[in-house]
């Protein structure tokens, strides 16, 4: 301890100050009161609201674990965890793969990357409200709806998409892998680029085929990637609003309602505002499952990694 | 090391900073450096025409003169349910809105309006309310906490030009439940791609047009026990042979079109747009129609909705109620009363008004004579009626099977507790009905029943 404080200079206000530390702060102060009133100060009033009930106008009250107990007995919120569930598991098997298939494939042409690049991407350049309005009326279950009408070129009878309970969900994943594959698309191409080439090159010499290269070089090479956009993937499926507020607004008959809709139907759908407690202590409840899930997933996969 | 101009320009970061802060947290409030009470008031809706908000620039106008101390700022405002909570929630609200009959007394019973009691008094008309209209206004405690205007009952609006595409005479609309399925089957077979009849199904009016056909059954969807105890009863018989008349049209006629998911303003746009022959509508609806949706009035026809003979049938009704907004000061509340009285409720009563009212919806090619309900007694209704009767834009013949057939239809009002959550959860029965053949009806409304009584249950804790 001693040699450590005899090789550094003693700190008094005065050094800070000398070595900016206070135009540091100074500068740092705007993006700090930013942070802690638009930030941080919701986050931990939603905390203290998920254990009152209030109308936001009349003095609120405190009500224990209430709120809490309340979303339990919903059967809405067993609905809505079961259809976030299902959104993430169909939005996985389709969503996950195929913009790491487009990304091996764009990264293999040699003519028209770029073309093919931006195609991929264009998705994402559309406002979302936009997109999905237009995909509303591509959905149209009428037989003139424009996919009924290119189903019925090859003989297919129309389907009801978003107006029935089975084919409503499949239909919002579908929508929401294409408006969001393009941006993975873009970050699995950037990490393929930093493959090393001498690696692809060693393999040709060992005699691979090209499955072979992608299974051996390339996936082990974006396992890293992989692993993050996986968890991004999750929590993101996990938060899925747009979708069933645009689409269905959660019909037919709950088949779309999610967690996030659900929050807001708590606290919004009744114009009398009851609910603001029961929408926090949701809101709570699931921040703190994605948390826990995302220490899980990094504790495991970290170990895979080191592996 | 540091320059002063690094310093010099954090400094201002900062101020810009904080002042911008400051922005966010100060209120309208009273405003304003002179002495004048200043006042927010919301009576249009957005995307209102050119020509209707310089008309209503002309009322402010003459508001202000007849009262000079008061100034008048109109803005455009929409109420729906959810941003109606969001704004209160957020004190964004202006001072005068409106909010609809279901939620007014609520409202006033959370501490969430302005008592405007004394000053409701000092108004001409205080005295000419009918006890029962007046009461969507009134608290518990028997304060006034608002006035109610343009009444109307659910109705029957339907296309006349797809009428007499599909060889149906416009008018002679369908007068039982029975001719509706008749007609909207005509219809889907002779103009194809067209709903001959169709309801709202979502955010919370697919329960509110089912409460509807249920009480016109001589359903209730709530029962007052005499002890004041609310019983939820939607798992009732008129509601089941509602949904089952929703259910012969839809999979045995296929009449009701390919959307099952419309809100009040979809519908209203699909109609418009001559995707639906027929629907359940507030009477009133032309007035959106033309002012949101450019509807030709000249195709419109609307007539009563059907009811079920038997005491106990019975129209569902609604309204507007003008309230003031709760963290006013009593000069302000005073001038809102004021302006309320001289918008909404003058031209009902007083022939100038009336008329000057009536000349400016029609030069802003709005709605002059859209059908609503008496606000005070029906001599009165009608001799507004005849006020306004040379302005009049919407043809007569088009609007008399509903002028015609209200006044001898029983008035029947909303469920009284939790009414936008038993909605809520009856848009999905609607939504399972019309989208899934074998919908378990029995195990839905239970369903419904459980959940709503719940809420009710919870209140009395």
């Known amino acids: 301890m001693t040699t450590a404080a005899s090789r550094t200079p003693r700190r008094t206000p005065l050094t800070w100050v000398r070595r900016g530390g206070l135009s540091t702060l100074v500068f740092l102060l705007p993006m700090l009161i930013v942070f802690g009133v638009f930030s941080w100060t919701p986050i931990v009033e939603s905390v203290v609201m998920s254990f009152q009930h209030t109308n936001l106008v009349t003095t609120p009250e405190f009500v224990g674990w209430a709120n809490f107990a309340a979303v339990l007995a919903d059967p809405t919120f067993w609905i ?5 569930a299902y959104f993430a598991v169909l939005a996985l098997i389709f969503g996950y793969p195929l913009p790491l298939i487009a990304a091996v494939l764009l990264s293999e042409t040699r003519r028209m990357r770029g073309v093919y690049s931006v195609l991929a991407y264009l998705p994402v350049i559309i406002l979302p409200v936009v997109a999905v309005l237009l995909w509303k009326v591509f959905y149209d279950a009428s037989p003139n709806g424009v996919f009924n ?73 974006l396992r890293g990637i992989l692993f993050i956009t996986l968890i991004l993937q999750i929590t993101a499926t996990a938060q899925v609003f747009l979708q069933p507020f645009l689409f269905t607004g959660g019909g037919p008959n709950n088949a779309t309602t999610t967690i996030l809709l659900l929050i807001y139907q708590y606290a919004f759908q009744n114009s009398l505002g009851g609910a603001y407690g029961k929408a926090t202590a949701l809101s709570l409840m699931l921040a703190v499952f994605l948390a826990v899930l995302s220490i899980v997933y990094f504790r495991i996969t970290r170990r895979w990694s080191t592996e | 090391m540091k320059s002063p101009g690094k310093v010099l320009l954090a400094g201002a970061a900062v101020v810009a900073t904080v002042g911008a802060l400051a922005g966010c947290s100060s209120g309208s409030g009273g405003g304003g450096g002179d002495s004048k009470i200043h006042l927010v008031v919301a009576p249009v809706l957005p995307g209102a025409t050119a020509d209707a908000l310089k008309a209503l620039a002309e009322r402010v106008k003459e508001f202000e003169k007849a009262n000079p101390d008061i100034d008048v700022k109109a803005i455009e405002y929409q109420w729906t349910g959810t941003t109606f909570a969001a704004e209160l929630a957020g004190g964004t609200l202006p001072d005068v809105f409106n909010v609809p009959f279901t939620d007014s007394k609520a409202l006033a019973n959370n501490g969430q309006l302005a008592d405007i009691t004394a000053d409701f008094k000092k108004t001409s008309t205080a005295d000419k309310w009918n006890k029962n209209v007046l009461n969507v206004a009134t608290g518990d405690n028997g304060k006034i906490y608002g006035i109610p205007w343009g009444p109307y009952a659910m109705a029957l609006s339907y296309n006349r030009e797809i009428f007499q595409k599909a060889g149906l005479d416009p008018d002679k609309p369908p007068t039982t439940l029975d001719e509706i399925r008749q007609d909207a089957k005509t219809i889907a077979e002779k103009v194809p791609g067209v709903a001959g009849y169709m309801q709202m199904t979502k955010d919370n009016t697919g329960g509110w047009n089912l409460t509807t056909l249920t009480q016109s059954l001589g359903g209730r969807m709530e029962r007052v026990g005499s002890d004041g105890k609310v019983t939820v009863t939607a798992d009732n018989a008129q509601t089941k042979q509602g949904l089952e008349w929703l259910k012969s049209m839809r999979w ?14 979809g519908i209203n746009q699909a109609f418009a747009s001559g995707q639906v022959a027929m629907y359940m509508s507030g009477s009133d609806v032309i007035g959106s129609l033309m002012q949101a949706n450019g509807f030709d009035q000249t195709k419109y026809g609307v007539t009563t909705y059907p009811l079920a003979s038997g005491s106990d049938a019975g129209i569902l009704s609604g309204g507007n109620v003008d309230v003031v907004n709760v963290k006013d000061s009593p000069e302000q509340i005073a001038a809102a009363v004021k302006w309320i009285d001289f918008y909404r409720t003058q031209p009902t009563v007083d022939k100038d008004a009336a008329v000057k009212n009536a000349q400016t919806l029609k030069a802003g090619n709005q709605a002059v004579n859209a059908p609503t309900l008496p606000v005070f007694d029906k001599a009165t209704w009608q001799q507004n009626q005849e006020w306004i009767k040379p302005y009049a834009n919407i043809p007569a013949a088009n609007i008399a099977p509903f002028n015609t057939g209200i006044f001898s239809q029983q008035i029947v009002p909303e469920p009284p507790r939790h009414t936008q959550d038993l909605y809520n959860a009856l848009d999905g029965v609607v939504q399972a009905v019309l989208t899934d053949r074998n919908a378990d009806v029995d195990a839905l409304l239970k369903g419904v029943d459980a959940k709503v009584q719940a809420l009710i249950d919870a209140d009395g804790k």
């Open chain 1, 80 to 84: 809505a965890v079961r259809n976030t």
């Open chain 1, 149 to 221: 009408t290119i189903l019925g070129w090859f003989g297919i009878p129309p389907q009801p998409w978003i107006q029935d309970a089975t084919t409503a969900m499949p239909s919002l994943v579908l929508q929401a892998t294409w408006a969001g594959a393009g941006a993975t698309v873009i970050i699995y191409l950037a990490a393929l680029r930093s493959v090393p080439p001498e690696l692809y090159d060693a393999a040709e010499v060992d005699g691979a085929s090209i499955w072979q290269k992608v299974w051996h070089v390339t996936l082990p090479q």
């Open chain 2, 252 to 265: 045995e006629d296929d009449s009701m079109g390919s959307n099952f998911l419309f809100d009040w303003s």
